[in-house]
């Protein structure tokens, strides 16, 4: 079945600085990819939409200059938090889909911990 | 405006007994509709979903969901709970499409006892 590679699966960083996330589809290729945010005890709630070779789309209220997001090939898209703030300390997790009618995949997520 | 409701937040079974979970959506076309599991810090792990034909769908586990429009309900089921069960249940709804997002509930936590 269609696999979906997230790295890290967690990571510590101190404030200020920023941090880089990998989503993979490993055997499939994905000209969207989609980037979820999960607080603890809570859903998922959709960050932004990866578009392979050109921008992200955000949703209302995510800051797309924290959150750079960059889809460069079909295989692969990157979610990187800049100047992390210990607010940004979550679930970070990537899905893709195989194409239509095909159900989302989902990474295994990577724990950002920012202190 | 497009939403899923999960009306439990947390469901506690004792082992062997039945399970079902809520779910009940709203969206203006014609839904796809699915159920995910997630165990704790794991990603999530897609168990079923309907995107036509039959509105009881089998999924894997021995979990299975029956679509009802009427009632814009797509309510997960199992007829006898594992302790391997216990994680959190999420439904979801989108367009199915290869570009398309989905939109989760909030979760049901399901609690195994012995």
């Known amino acids: 079945g269609a696999v979906v590679s997230q790295h890290p699966s967690r990571v510590i960083c101190k404030s200020g600085t920023s941090v880089k996330i990998e989503c993979r589809s490993l055997?499939?290729?994905?000209?969207?990819m989609f980037w979820y945010r999960q607080f603890p005890k809570q859903s998922l709630m959709l960050m932004a939409t990866s578009n392979e070779g050109s921008k992200a789309t955000y949703e209302q209220g995510v800051e797309k200059d924290k959150f750079l997001i960059n889809h460069a090939s079909l295989t692969l898209s990157t979610l990187t938090v800049t100047s992390a703030h210990p607010e940004d300390s979550s679930f970070y997790i990537c899905?893709?889909?195989?194409?239509?009618?095909?159900?989302?995949?989902f990474g295994n997520g990577t724990r950002l911990t920012v202190t | 405006a497009q939403s899923v409701t999960q009306p439990d937040i947390h469901i506690t079974v004792s082992e062997g007994a039945s399970l079902e979970l809520r779910c009940n959506y709203s969206y203006g076309a014609t839904p796809y509709l699915f159920w995910y599991v997630q165990s704790p810090g794991q990603g999530l792990q897609l168990l079923l979903k309907y995107f036509s034909g039959d509105t009881l769908v089998q999924g894997i586990k021995g979990f299975e969901a029956e679509f009802k429009r009427s009632q814009s309900s797509f309510n997960l089921r199992k007829p006898s709970v594992h302790w391997s069960d216990a994680a959190e249940y999420f439904c979801?709804?989108?367009?199915?499409?290869?570009?398309?997002?989905?939109?989760f509930g909030k979760g049901t936590t399901l609690s195994v006892s012995s």
């Open positions: 979801a709804v989108g367009a199915g499409q290869a570009g398309t997002a989905l939109i």
């Open positions: 899905s893709a889909s195989q194409g239509l009618d095909s159900p989302l995949h």
């Open positions: 055997d499939f290729q994905a000209t969207t």
